[in-house]
């Protein structure tokens, strides 16, 4: 038996804000992937093991992943009406979010808006299906999904993607034509998706339908588990809380054995819609991570459009380039303002002088300095900008000394991947293609939402027609 885990240590970096819950469960072995066992109790998450059939309709095959509110399942239809085996992912809401309100329903205001008939619609992962059920914590909605595979960004080696001398990845670029495509669909249909970032794009997959039990466990092989135990050691086993909790697919090692490239398509799908909204019904917050959010969010709490174009501008760079471009140590607003100056240049006003009142001491008292002009737009920095503050309160520009342009970082080379061993599938960009992808990133990175380019105009930039 392996070391015993404490609940505590089983947050995720995501998680370990959340207030801390002990239900004398524990777990045995690494908990790292995991949900938080916390959340096995009344309100929480359903118990589920494998093997079980949910709705008398979907037998339990493994674990697709986890969210804050949920676990979603893969699953095979075992009923009568199966000619074939089909599988489907089921996504259990913990029952303190399966209320009639619910954000995860939100999802069906795609189907009512038509986007199932649009031409967009294969970049959408809409509902199939939806049942209800009791079980020992409460009662949880169930939606049926179909099965999507890995992250955008990370779905698979790429040597093959390499491109040929004088030629952009054109894979890459492809996948940033379907991203910009979902969201154009979704905005002419009046609706923000609110979290648009690669967490919330998967990569469709094929192959699976057909295939027996025994032949899905060749392909994706054994479920990987982790044993709970109660920490007294005694007592009745608690209804609330399952035998052991499952690891996700691994789709990364589904790659090193092979399988993983016959059942991952080229094709991207957008999911979890639950901070979506109606651009006529705006909301006062977002769950999304800062380094997705636009400075009129962080400054004054404004969203619509402009704000899906900047998470948008965001998944684009991190498609293309491997790596996160607002990319801060700590979710912290000060944090994510001065990457942003670093890269974009100043603020304009009232937000650079009145409404970011931590400026001075992020980024000093002294004259700042915007540094050179790299084409029309925004101002770009080049260097440190003029900084002065007490020694006990160095501006966090100044510890970090990272200040650079886009044009910088692109320079610093593109990835459309990073490899299983750790390492980065550089592809240095040709200097055309550099050049009119930085074009397309000072458009969306407008600090004025109003001047910032739609999703409909970025599909006619000529950077995704090279």
Known sequence: MGELSPVLSLLSP????????????????MPFGLENI????????????????????YKVMDKLGHGGRANIWLCSDVSQQALTTQYFAV?????????????????YRLLRRGLAKSDAAEHFCLPL???????????HFAIVYPVLGPR??????VPHLVAEKGKPVREAKE???QAVKAMAGLHSHGICHGDFRPANILMRIQGLAGLSEDELRLTLGPPRTVDVVQASGEGPWPLTAPAYLVKPIEWGLLDLSGNGFDLVTDKLCVVDFAESFDVRDLPEDLATPLEYCPPEYVLDKRLGTASDIWALGCTLFEIRAGRRLFDIPVEDPDEHLVRMVEILGKLPE????????????????????????????????S???????????????KKRNSSSSIEDLLAGGLAHDFNHLGTSNHDRAQEEEMALFADLLRRIFKYVPEQRISAEDILEHPWLAL
């Open 91 to 107: 996504k259990i809401l913990m029952a303190s979010a399966s209320i009639d309100d619910s954000p995860e329903l939100r999802a």
């Open 383 to 397: 260097g440190e900008s003029e900084l002065h503050a007490p020694p006990s309160r160095v501006p966090l520009a």
């Open 175 to 177: 996948l940033c034509f």
């Open 38 to 57: 916390c959340d096995y109790e009344p309100g929480g998450h359903h118990p589920v093991h494998l093997g079980d059939v949910l709705n008398g309709r």
């Open 350 to 381: 009232p937000w650079w002088s009145t409404t970011w009142e931590a400026r001075r001491r992020c980024l000093g008292d002294g004259k700042y300095t915007a540094g050179r002009q790299r084409g029309a737009g925004n101002s770009w920095l």
């Open 129 to 139: 299906g939806r049942f209800d059920f009791q079980g020992p914590n409460g009662r």
């Open 14 to 29: 995501q998680e370990s804000f959340r207030e801390f819950r002990d239900n004398g469960l524990m777990l045995v072995g």
């Open 152 to 157: 955008v960004v990370v779905s698979r080696p």
